[in-house]
């Protein structure tokens, strides 16, 4: 990344070149070489190219960030917005430069920029939250999105035992469909998102806890996935597995990650 200065300096730095590649007679230093030369110049425009185009890009993001945060801050009362701590707003008007196209990402940005300039909320703006979101994918932007409303979701880990002695292997585990209801893509092999709340924090799933809401988990017990990965292949027969186990447990937003999803999702 390359702010205004540092362009500068590599605007410098070919001017620098040119200088020193022709002298005050504007013919080449060494004249067998001058047509090889004569190349340098051009080649570092060529080079310079994207960051041209990046500061351009970067502009028209700013303009739209504007629009974005107009939105955001319509209802609050003018004299509660105020400018933002300068080490959550800059990386955060970095980092939504790069997921202008993405509503999920963009939004998340606008949120927290948006509570940052809120002096009734800027308090619970954690640093953190920036970096949070950078580690974040459009999927996982959605779930959390759902998370929010339910607080809590039901996972099932789906095992393969040698007649329920309690010996076994975990098959699939911390199962959910939250992704078909999030319009995720894939839909289902979604476990690894939860790996990564539960890493940053957002999340997490106590060993021996589960909902209590009637029949909660009887909609991923009953999912045709669920009920493919219970058919036990024969290799797993020869083992000694015959017999299938669910283990029912929660995923649960943490404290902080709930002050997270109050900050940045709507």
Known sequence: MMD??????????????????YNDGGKPIVEPTGELIGLIPRAIKAALLPLEKWIISKEYN?????LLLNIK??????????????????????????????????NMYAN????????????????????????LCPN????????????????????????????????????????????????????HYFDNFNRLGITYIPPDYLLTENNIYEELENHPFIKEKMVIPENYKAKGYKTNKINKKGLFLTAFGKEFCKTCID
Do not use: W
Request: charged share 25%; hydrophobic share 40%.
């Open 73 to 106: 801050l319509e209802n609050i009362n003018p004299e509660n917005i105020e400018p933002p701590e300068t080490h959550i707003a800059v990386p955060a008007l970095q980092y939504i430069s790069y997921c202008m196209d993405n509503i999920e990402l963009r």
């Open 140 to 191: 996982e932007a959605k779930i959390l999105k759902y998370l929010k409303q339910k607080t809590a979701i039901p996972i099932i880990t789906l095992r393969y035992e040698i007649d329920n002695t309690g010996i076994g292997m975990n098959i699939l585990e911390h199962f959910s469909n939250v992704g078909e209801k999030c319009d995720c893509e894939p839909p289902i092999k979604i476990q």
């Open 112 to 135: 927290l920029l948006a509570a940052s300039m809120n002096k009734v909320v800027k308090n619970g703006v954690h640093p953190a939250f920036v970096e949070i979101i950078k580690q």
């Open 62 to 66: 700013l303009s739209e960030t504007k």
């Open 4 to 21: 205004k200065d540092s362009l500068e300096v590599a605007k410098d730095l070919v001017k620098e070149v040119g200088k020193a590649v």
